[in-house]
Antibody, heavy 125, light 110 residues
Framework: VQLVESGGDLVQPGGSLRLSCAAS????????MYWVRQAPGKGLVWVSR????????GYADSVKGRFTISRDNAKNTLYLQMNSLRGEDTAVYYC???????????????????WGQGTMVTVSS | QSALTQPASVSGSPGQSITISCTGT?????????VSWYQQHPGKAPKLMIY???NRPSGVSNRFSGSKSGNTASLTISGLQAEDEADYYC??????????FGTGTKVTVL
């Protein structure tokens, strides 16, 4: 069971970036997925969630309208499209899996039992 | 949504028990039983220790336990060990259909 993020980079304010999270070792389409970020030396912040088939999403107020979460269940991959980036978006971005397999428990719990290693996004001129 | 309030630091000697509090509001911790706890060692990804207030994932030591009373959730670590030294974060589902994390607590094993 593994999640591997990629796509982090140095980007100028106002720029865009797309993060990817490749899943393996489990049935990706059975799980809600999330993005969580952590600024250097700071705490964890929830960014976004997406349900198992991609039909429902949610966002933190700080990124709403700028970030878009999506998934491709055929490719076992989660995405985060980030536009209009700001300095305060600088952070390590983690993708994470919900603890509940919706086939077994038909409701997500917003608890994350599998995490990626994180990818660093730096927004600076 | 403001972060849940946790003490900045908690310490204890090996073998002792410590408790970390996580205080929210009636719109998050007080309303839902979707409270989780995470352990994070420096430079590492967080690890789920407790979910749904008191459930332990497979593989997590039974020295870790969770509870909730009103707007405050708690994580207790019994039989404190050196490897428990880490940062701990709580989280809760909210009435805005978002998730909020706690401010984080640094646990030091003396």
């Amino acid at each position: 069971v593994q999640l591997v993020e990629s796509g982090g980079d140095l980007v100028q304010p106002g720029g865009s970036l797309r993060l990817s999270c490749a899943a393996s070792g489990f049935t990706f389409s059975n799980y809600w997925m999330y993005w969580v970020r952590q600024a250097p030396g700071k705490g964890l912040v929830w960014v976004s969630r997406i349900n198992s088939d991609g039909s429902a999403t949610g966002y933190a107020d700080s990124v709403k309208g700028r970030f878009t979460i999506s998934r491709d269940n055929a490719k076992n991959t989660l995405y985060l499209q980030m536009n209009s980036l700001r300095g305060e978006d600088t952070a390590v971005y983690y993708c994470a899996r919900d603890v509940s397999n919706i086939v077994v428990v038909p409701a997500a719990t917003d608890a994350f039992d599998v995490w990626g290693q994180g990818t660093m996004v730096t927004v600076s001129s | 949504q403001s972060a849940l309030t946790q003490p900045a630091s908690v310490s204890g000697s090996p073998g002792q028990s410590i408790t970390i509090s996580c205080t929210g509001t009636s719109s998050d911790v007080g309303r839902y039983n979707y409270v989780s706890w995470y352990q994070q060692h420096p430079g590492k990804a967080p690890k789920l220790m407790i979910y749904d207030v008191s459930n332990r994932p497979s593989g997590v030591s039974n020295r870790f336990s969770g509870s909730k009373s009103g707007n405050t959730a708690s994580l207790t670590i019994s039989g404190l060990q050196a490897e428990d030294e880490a940062d701990y974060y709580c989280s809760s589902y909210t009435s805005s259909s978002t998730l909020v994390f706690g401010t984080g607590t640094k646990v030091t094993v003396l």
